[in-house]
């Protein structure tokens, strides 16, 4: 298939031209019809399978065919750093087509907080916002929606984890009621079935499998106690070549210990978490992504949407809470069919979490010996042999904080 199919007005095909994009991908093939047919439509398809340009090509399309345009779109996310890729892909896309848009988020200063706002007094094609700062310029009254004709969420499973909901709500009903509504989501737990049944009316479905991890990347894991973790990860990082990596810990103190303790090892690298200012954050991203910075420590705030090309290992220093979440994690290498590695630090009380790991992707991860120096890991049976009351087993759909 190709995108000559769909007959998007030629400058947007100038613009997909202009990207290199050459043909669709399956979200593509399966969501652009349905939105140029003005169906709501519920997507599940997670970050690196296209999913962004497959709601903004037809978007694109039909706002070049509309005569009054602003605040034609509202795209909500939940982070700022996917709100900026959107707005990213959105100008490149329509380049050539001159359509307006502008991230609206939070955590800016004074300065970007008047720059939105006037950006919106002025009127903008298209409105990439995350929820928290979005209500806050719509209580203020500086613009109306009453004209929007689409509103699109992205990555609504991370906003409801985000506790978006009510937010959520208080926005629709700023929205007029005869709008096309697209809903993308890397998972559909029950309450995301809940609101697409609240706020989209009689909507199209497109899937796109997301439990299975790119070919390309080489899965490994360590058995490894807490205490062993750290001079794991030293020797790792020191002993092989690799020259953009993620570590993804659990929690955001550990990220921020990590950071610290590696920076102290006089390793290249930098600690990603929500305690930063807007303009940190920023810089560090600008830095991993010109290759300047070579290591990035985060949350699972990291897995999802944000999208650098040329990471050759993403190292889970503790195992995912959520199986899925691990796919997340280590798509963060390999992508565009590149290859690139991924290891897991699995401890004493983390095997039963690693065993639906692999249950999840149907195959097992390559278990590798720990080195000497650090003495013996714990064994694979161990948590299922200790007298601790039984666990009960991970729920899904649940994620860290
Ligand atoms: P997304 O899933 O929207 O985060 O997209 C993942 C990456 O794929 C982004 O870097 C896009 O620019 C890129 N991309 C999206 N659609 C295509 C396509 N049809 N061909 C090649 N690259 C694409």
């Known amino acids: 298939m190709t995108f000559k199919e769909f007959h998007l007005n030629t400058l947007i095909t100038d613009g997909l031209d202009a990207m290199g994009y050459s043909k669709p991908t399956p979200i593509q093939e399966q969501s652009i019809p349905l939105i140029l047919g003005n169906h709501d439509l519920v997507a599940c398809a997670q970050t690196g399978t296209g999913k962004t340009a497959a709601y903004i090509l037809p978007i694109l399309h039909k706002i070049l065919t509309t005569e009054n345009r602003h605040f034609n779109t509202l795209i909500l996310a939940p982070t700022r750093e996917l709100a900026l890729q959107i707005d990213q892909q959105i100008a490149g896309l329509a380049y050539f087509a001159s359509i307006s848009s502008i991230a609206v988020y939070g955590g800016g200063d004074g300065a970007t907080w008047d720059q939105q706002k006037r950006a919106m007094e002025e009127g903008t094609d298209i409105i990439i916002a995350t929820p928290g700062r979005l209500i806050a310029q719509l209580a203020m009254g500086t613009m109306k929606l009453d004209h929007l004709k689409h509103l699109i969420l992205d990555e609504a499973d ?19 009621k005869e709008r096309q509504t697209l809903l993308f989501s890397a998972t559909m737990p029950p309450k995301i079935r809940t609101l697409a049944s609240r706020i989209l009316s009689n909507p199209k479905e497109v899937s796109i499998s997301i439990s299975k991890p790119a ?3 080489l899965q490994q894991a360590y058995l490894v106690y807490d205490t062993q973790k750290m001079g794991l990860l030293k020797s790792i990082l020191k002993s092989a070549s690799f020259s953009s990596v993620i570590i993804f810990s659990n929690s955001k103190d550990n990220v921020k210990r990590l950071g610290h303790e590696l920076k102290r090892a006089g390793l290249n690298a930098e600690a990603f978490h929500s305690d930063l200012e807007q303009q940190e954050r920023e810089q560090i991203l600008l830095k991993f992504r010109s290759k300047q910075l070579a290591i990035l420590v985060g949350t699972d705030i990291l897995s999802r949407g944000i999208d650098v090309e040329g990471i050759s290992l993403v190292v889970n220093y503790d195992t995912p ?28 009380k983390d095997m039963r979490k690693f065993a639906s790991i692999q249950k999840l992707i149907g195959k097992g991860i390559t278990q590798l010996t720990l080195p000497a120096e650090l003495g013996a890991g714990p064994s694979a049976n161990q ?15 649940k994620k860290p904080k």
């Open 158 to 176: 991370r906003m409801l984890d985000m506790g978006f909901y009510d937010d959520l709500v208080k926005i629709i009903n700023y929205l007029p």
């Open 215 to 217: 070919e390309g990347i």
């Open 321 to 348: 809470h959520d199986a899925e979440d691990y796919v997340h994690r280590i798509g963060r290498t390999a992508r565009a069919e590149t290859t690139g590695t991924a290891i897991t630090f699995v401890n004493d």
């Open 383 to 397: 948590e299922l042999r200790t007298d601790r009351p039984h666990k009960k087993p991970f729920k899904k759909g």
